[in-house]
């Protein structure tokens, strides 16, 4: 069947970039001062991340800065992200920038979402905060509800091509995106915000800035929020607390450092992720159980067996996670020209999520001196070990990452040349704890620390027992090269990053290869390249390209005995997956204009992508491993618009069209020993919209703002084979200010409105990008594919001000 062009705008598209063109033309009519307006610069502090010159609400409704590199780059500004709901995070402040496909659980943010920029996944790409790298160090997962409050944020940029040479990540194929805390205020202040809204919701948040002291020196701030809203489908809720510090000193006009602590403790219900067969018979509004089945009552000598709900008790499905990054950064003059920066950071998590209901036999409890399982425990007190009792368990991570970057840098003549190294040790415990439920479901702790299930010799019932320790490092070098009279800049880039996957599994309850005590340690290292040139043609006029080899190491449940990459061959764990690397190589070539009526910036983009890392089938085994599934092509066009402010009006707009294309078929196992291959041959890579289109309009009267905002998300595909599609959708949110006049003590006070999804649309996105196709193929049966849904209207006030 013929495919239809990725480059055919639909009808709603086109409308909402017509639109934009008219809410931008009348920027001809503009004054405006180009100095006035905002342009990204190296921060001069922390390594490899970007700071604000000119005013963040000059341009694009601080959605769009102006931009010098030698690559695509977007950034949300301040100006943008104080004006959304007080509760949002990361991914949904960059929901409008080119190339970004979003999705959120609800519409606070407190439960999190995905993204997806340019077809790649938010675990394919590098993602720091401060300069700290923040993906999972064992599956490179990122949680955007974590790691910090909007209102400290100053600048969220993503890379949609390649990340810059210093970047400090081992798994990003992707780009990168970059999210910067704001430095204390210079003055003294206290700042009060309360919001209130539907589902509950209700966010207290509290500042305090010391203001400079110590002779000017020095400035600090602290921060505490609480948040809680319930879901918007089925019982349940989010409880957030986060504490956010920083600091700013300056001991001498040559030195200057920073650094910050970001504090998180979290625990929300999750969303179920119907199919479109529950959607059909539950409705739009289905979710978990609400009701939790109760105990059967044991009685000696029979086998009891309690009823597990389906879908599973709501109660036994949360999402309890702590976390806290620390970071300093420092830069000293050594010489006129020669600047050494440093940066050491600590990451520390602890937590589970999923689905904790599990029906557990009493029997199923490891037998240590046989290394297998079937030591009977008595769970539910009745003086036998016959019965199956439901209990709480699930996955349980806690890992401790140390790791520090340096840098020098000199300038010699026209060139300016960078040294750097960076290293981290990244200790990732992973275990399946279990504990008790009570009469009502509720399970001793939620977290799964206290009162743990033990067996008959006392060892805790795991349903898994990993620890990686993943070593890590990189040395890199780059020269920015002036040329033409600094009409142009020629970069080049080397970066060598090398990991080490120690991975060890201690016999655990999960069964089959997870019995066997093993550690397998594996290497990867990579040398890439990167070539970037920005000119200007004439005055207002950029033309910019970039190419570079980007590398992702193998996630640490490559090795782990639940991914059929391990055989025990004569009672003895092998290796037999071929686990590599995955690699990419990214091309940007791009326009740029710039002056101060508008800013454009047009980017066409290419991207192959090698060794990509899948569950696949080794034909010499005929097993399902994690391993190379073939290449895939990534091909398309960027467009970035932004205006400055014209009779109270500003507005910015962003169009992307893309595809993937699948280059090879994919074999897999049938599920009964043999196997069957798949044409993806040409398919379309899932979790990648052909279309995208946002915008943004606000405008602002003096104390007064009202913003409209749009985003359209083309057709996308739910399997490999294309053979389940997801329509495109359109959402709306509409956001307004209002500041009165400061009263008594109480100065700059504000309330402001935001409404999200206003036109109440509903929607839905794969919650994978796995599923292969909804069609039985031989003795293969049809993968079964779950949705989030989009959340609908909510409505939020917020009031804030300054003491």
Known sequence: MKQPSPFRLARTARAAALVLAGATAATVFAQASDADQPRAKDDGVRIGTIVITGQGDK???????????????????????EKDRATGNTFQAMSLLPGVNTFSHDATGLFGGTISVRGFTADQMGVTINGVPVNDSGSYSVFPQEYADQENLCTQSVAQGNPDVESPHIGATGGAINIISCDPEDKRRVRFAQTL?????????????????????????????HSEADKWKGLGKAKRDHIDAAFSLDPTPDAHVVGSVLYNKAVNHNFLAPTLAQLATGGYYVDFTPVFPGHVKGTNGTADKDTAASPAYYGLTMNPFENAIVSVSGSLRLAEATYLKVQPY??????????????????????????????????NGDGDTLDTVVVANSSVTRTQRPGVTAELSHVLGNNQLKFGLWYERAQHRQTGPAVAVDANGNPTDVWLRDGQLV??????????????????????????ISVMDNAGVIQLGLRAPTITRKFTNTPSEAGGASLVGYTFQKDYSDVLPQVGTRFTIAKEHQVFANIGKNF??????????????????????????????????????????????????????????????????????????YTNAGDTKKQGLEFEIGSPTFAGFTAYGSVTLQKETVKDNLTVTDGKGGSVTLATSGKQFTLTPNTMVGTSVQYAAGPLYVRVKVKYTGKQYATLMNDEQVPAYTTGDLDAGYKFP?????????????????????????????????????ARAADVVSYYLGAPRLFSLTFSGDF
Request: proline letters at 4%; a positive charge; hydrophobic letters at 35%.
């Open 59 to 81: 341009l694009g409704a601080g959605q769009m800065l102006k931009e010098d590199a030698t690559k695509a780059r977007s950034t949300v500004t301040r100006a943008a992200t």
């Open 197 to 225: 809204g539907g589902l509950k919701l209700s966010r207290t948040f509290v500042r305090v800035d010391s203001g400079r002291f110590a002779g000017d020196m020095a400035k600090v701030f602290a921060s505490f929020s």
């Open 346 to 379: 600590y990451w520390y998590g602890y937590g589970t999520g999923g689905t904790q209901q599990r029906a557990l036999s009493e029997t199923a409890f490891l037998n240590t001196s046989t290394g297998k399982t079937g030591a009977g425990v008595d769970l």
């Open 455 to 480: 067996g008959p010799t006392g060892k805790p019932f795991e349903s898994r027992d990993w620890l990686t320790v993943s070593p890590a490092y990189q040395a890199y070098v780059a020269d920015t």
């Open 552 to 625: 992702r190491a193998p996630p640490n449940f490559a090795f782990a005995p639940t991914n059929n990459n391990i055989t025990i061959v004569g009672g003895v764990p092998v290796l037999t997956g071929n686990v590599k690397a995955e690699t990419s190589i990214a091309t940007d070539v791009g326009y740029r204009y710039q002056s101060s009526l508008m800013t454009l910036s047009a980017t066409a983009f290419y991207v192959a992508f090698k060794d990509r890392q899948s569950n696949a089938l080794d034909p010499a085994t005929l097993k399902s491993i």
């Open 742 to 778: 400061d009263f008594g003590i109480l100065k700059s006070p504000l309330i402001r409105a935001n409404i999200s999804n206003i036109g109440n649309a509903k929607y839905r996105n794969p919650n994978s990008n796995s599923q292969l196709t909804t069609q039985a193929v031989g």
